[in-house]
Every structure is written in structure tokens, then in C-alpha cells.
């Protein structure tokens, strides 16, 4: 199961403020990279996977945090697979062609594109 990644998409409130769902989202975030030792570097540094850094460049978690509050996460970055997180088997967030390929073997033919549709849809 996919885990609800919808607040990467609410950062701000009404107000304009950060919100709450975004915060513990980033909470959340920051305890899976850090959980995990063999994704930080000798000096504790995670990829940051802010729209600036775009996962090019490592920081502190405290940082990375900041980073989030910011510049928000880069698009379609919702597998944290770079942190720790094992990717996701059932989505098609991966190549759509290779995935409608496997489908046709195993449907007999039969490719549900509006799923796809569906799927690419929550991812952007
Ligand atoms: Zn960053």
C-alpha cells in the first residue's frame, strides 16, 4: 500500500501558513531518512529532496527541514526511495510503457490506460 502523500501538495494553509499536515508530513519525512543509518553520510548529511537541491545535494536534517518548509518537495519525488523507503510496486510512477507491456501480459491484452491516467494523476 501506497502511504497518502497528498500533504507534499498542501504546504500552505489559507493563511498562507505552513500546514500542520505538512509539518508532521516533514516529520515523518526526516524519521524515515534518518532512521535508516546507512542513508545518512559520515557527517550525517541526507540528499535533500527540495525543489532547489532536487536530491543533488546533501544537508543536515535540520536543514533538509528547512529546505522543505521553503522550497517545498521537487514534484514527483513522492517514493522516498533515496531515503530509505522501498519502491512502491504498485503505482506507475515508472515507465508507463514498461508497466502497460507487463499489464497485457497479464490481462490478455486488456490495458486500463484511464488507470494509469488515474495513477499519474495522484502522482502530479
Ligand atoms: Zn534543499
Known sequence: MRPNRTWMLQRKDQS????GEFRDGVDDFIRIATRDLTIPNVTGHIPCPCTRCRNRY???????????????????????TLHGEKKWEDNSS????????????????????GQHLKKMAFIF
Open 16 to 19: 498562507g501558513m505552513i500546514s
Open 94 to 113: 515508472t515507465p508507463v510503457i514498461q508497466d502497460s507491456i507487463d499489464e497485457r501480459v497479464h490481462t490478455g491484452g486488456s490495458i486500463s490506460f
Open 58 to 80: 546533501w544537508e543536515t536534517s535540520f536543514n533538509v527541514e528547512k529546505h522543505l518548509y521553503h522550497h517545498a518537495f521537487v514534484d514527483d519525488y513522492v517514493n522516498w
